[in-house]
């Protein structure tokens, strides 16, 4: 079992950056392959961005890539996301997301979730 955390959503201004960081909790976060989705209103959670489970390898969805930089801390069992050049089209709910998959099929199946933070965007 993992429990997921999500923080530092919030208002931010068009061109903008942000920081979320999402806290994991329970087996060993290192184990896991990690990800960041994202909701945003009216429309169905999508990929925004991945990393292996030592951090060696990232995949972004083509509408971040960059501009998203996903890593992660396994000392402190965290993982962040780095967003930068914030576009109105980015608001939504971000969901952190951990998978016993490999990194490249973390799409196809995710094992925990967090409950998610709100971004903002604004013009």
């Known amino acids: 079992q993992v429990q997921l955390v999500e923080s530092g959503g919030g208002l931010v201004q068009a061109g903008g950056s942000l920081r979320l960081s999402c806290a994991a909790s329970?087996?060993?976060?290192?184990?896991?392959?990690m990800g960041w989705f994202r909701q945003a209103p009216g429309k169905e959670r999508e990929f925004v961005a991945a990393?292996?489970?030592?951090?060696?390898?990232?995949y972004y969805a083509d509408s971040v890539k960059g501009r998203f930089t996903a890593s992660r801390d396994n000392a402190k069992n965290t993982l962040y996301l780095q967003m930068n050049s914030l576009k109105l089209e980015d608001t939504a709910v971000y969901y952190c997301?951990?998978?016993?998959?490999?990194?490249?099929?973390?799409?196809?199946?995710?094992?925990?979730w967090g409950k998610g933070t709100l971004v903002t965007v604004s013009s």
């Open positions: 997301a951990a998978s016993d998959r490999p990194v490249g099929t973390i799409v196809s199946g995710v094992d925990y």
């Open positions: 329970g087996r060993t976060f290192s184990s896991y392959s």
């Open positions: 990393i292996s489970r030592i951090g060696g390898s990232t």
